[in-house]
């Protein structure tokens, strides 16, 4: 239990990597609000941590409204006592458009919740963490904000660009305060919504294609890194990107594996020869 007596927000946690994320987290200990625009969709999440031994509350609050996301993060405290950990995991992907085809309506929506909601969310707890002494904020990008995806648009990306510079910066401007600041970035995630939106053959061929370790991400892999930048052990990392990809950074999927392999052998049969 490498979170006990301590309280993490999660945003965006009724459903897919923020649940998992917020599982995680209870499950090492902490007390954990679950989040999301709409009170009656935490709840689902709250009864499993609870039913597992778990604490968690429910707090709606849309996080690109700054003061619902003031209201939220009192309320927590005025539940708990303080605040520990905020992970920003909220976030929403635009179909993959084109960018000549973006509406600037689609521009500002990814825009106000992938990175204004990072914006409030890191500004309302900051004064507690300060006031505490210690605290770990870490936001979810992509592995579109480490390279690209085609998963989302041009528009997608750039938000999670935005996240990354907005880690680095705040690393910087809080390591005085003890406030540690990371980044996960996730790969290809078999999230129910994921699972819904993909058919199992194109699952496939993206694992073959794009995904050394051979399977999408769950979202306890998520989880099990948040646990890590939440933890004490993370003490010294601040500013890092850590992406929960398979190896899809890498760049070459496992179906090169082989191909690979073989040139390697021929080129040492070929060495050995002479
Ligand atoms: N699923 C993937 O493969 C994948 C890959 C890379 C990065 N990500 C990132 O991970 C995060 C979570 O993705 P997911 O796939 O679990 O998404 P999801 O859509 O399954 O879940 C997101 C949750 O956030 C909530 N949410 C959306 N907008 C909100 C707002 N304004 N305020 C509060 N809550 C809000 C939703 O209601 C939902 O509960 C996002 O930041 C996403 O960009 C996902």
Known sequence: MELQGKTAIVTGSARG?????AVCLAREGAKVVINSRKEQDCQETVERIRAAGGTAIAIAADVAKEDQVTAMVAETVRQFGRVDILVNNAGIESPPTLLKDISEEVWDRVMSVNVKGVFFCCKAVIPQMMAQGKGKIINVSSVAGVRMTFFGGANYTASKYAVTGLTNHLAWELADSHINVNTIAPGAVLTPLAEQNTTQEYRDMTTKRLIPLGRWCTIEDLGNAAVFFASDRSDMITGQTLAVD??????????????????????????DKH
Request: net charge negative; hydrophobic share 40%.
């Open 246 to 271: 398979g190896g899809a950074l890498t760049g070459f999927g496992e179906d090169l594996r082989p191909v690979i392999r073989q040139r390697m052998a021929d080129m040492q049969a070929a060495h």
């Open 17 to 21: 990597i923020g649940e998992g994320i």
